[in-house]
């Protein structure tokens, strides 16, 4: 979560023997959701606290301290004055709002909001003059060319380019000695220099982004070319997403260095790449969530060799053919999210995931070249939310009573052959949502008065909609609403482990 890593960029995060800093910034943000000084906003599909907020007098009350004792200013006004030894500034939506107010020598944060003018050099120089600053978080600002003033920030902890238009980082980010975060996710670079090798404080490197234009091709994901020496990074806890270099494939056992990992991305892996990644993820004893993604929707993951997994591995997403289900994950008590994409099974994958104790989202695409998926009685106790997508030969679902009792989404997307919804999805009484992608056929058998239809197997479900893409947009119906549209917008994409996004 963005916010632990930058409380432990600001030092904020007290150091406690036998934990790490990530730990110890997680049992913060719990005690003030206890005592209810912050409110959850926003939680992932397995729980964990994605977004949060203040209540709207507390926050004020935290802003107007935070100017009375020189911690922080929020310039969202144009021209509104701060103190003069500010240490943190947040400026929002125009630059215009900083102008003629740039004591900025005592800085130790500054953050960026929905700013939409572009970042001259001028501009620039003058925010980052002062030497002192440990969190420098750029998002979404107009940049195309990396700010070589950035180098010059020794002290610098937690640096953040997401969303800007950057293509490349120079080979002097070697001199941020201190560098802990460097979050290049959402632009275009896709090659670091060597010299990243120097930070050896590193612990979160995230340089990927998304193609959104189809939200559910193959290559719509990129990360940036495999380092020699990557292994050196020693402290790295997060490291997404590399990818295989098929000239090197050897650089693959250096992943295995990484014994403090907790979240691996690879992209581009081949079938023959299996055993050296195998050897390489079972030194990983600390790894919470693993991705893997194939050169090619028809090149096997092969991960078969793989005798002693991660023990608390919690989401892991394989994209890629699979010959058979992994003996290993049904025996990792953690896991929580599975996604399989493109595996291509040629038997029903239920079997092997149903008795997963503490999965809660399964995620299926093109997983089976079967006709049936049949949910056994007892099978995912604790499974919430479930998503089966452009499976083309499935014609039946089949759900058994006792199968998912705890299941409250379903979604269905782009299953051409299946004739009827879920046999037996009028037994799961805690289901509040089912959503239908290009389905246009079986929504018809949905219909309420059709001859031998199925509204009686959906008629207690409070939410049931069809969805449709048209001329680059989501248009959004209700069972309820008789054809009246209810929701439409533009096409926005996937994001890594969400799903479609309708905003």
Known sequence: MRLKRLWIAEGLVEVKEGKKPEEVAEDYLNELLNRSLIQVAAKTSDGRVKTCRIHDLLREIVISKSRDQNFAVVAKEQDAPWPEKVRRLSIHNSLNNVQGN??????????????????SSVTLQDLLRGRLLKVLDLRGAMLEVFPGEIVNLLLLNYLSLRDTKIRSIPSSIGKLQNLETLDLKHTSVTELPIEILNLNKLRHLLVYRYEFRYYSRFHSQFGFKFLAGIGDLRSLQKLCFIEVDHRNPSLIAELGKLTQLRRLGILNLRREDGRILCTSIENLTNLRSLSIVSSTKDEVID????????PYLQRLYLYGRLEKIPEWIPSLQSLVIVYLKWSRLEYDPLESLQRLPNLLHLELLQVSQGDTLTFKAGGFEKLKILGIDKSDELRCIEVEKGAIPCIE??????????EKVPLGIEHLSMLKALEFFEMEELINTLRPGVDGGDYWRVARIPEVYFTYCRNGEWEVYSLESSGDMVLSERVNGESHGEGIVKK
Do not use: G
């Open 102 to 119: 740039r004591n900025v020598s005592h800085l130790r944060s500054l953050f960026m909001f929905e700013v939409v003018d572009p970042l």
């Open 303 to 310: 991960l078969q060799h793989l005798s002693s997994p991660p």
């Open 409 to 418: 989404k379903m979604s269905i997307l782009r299953c051409k052959s299946l």
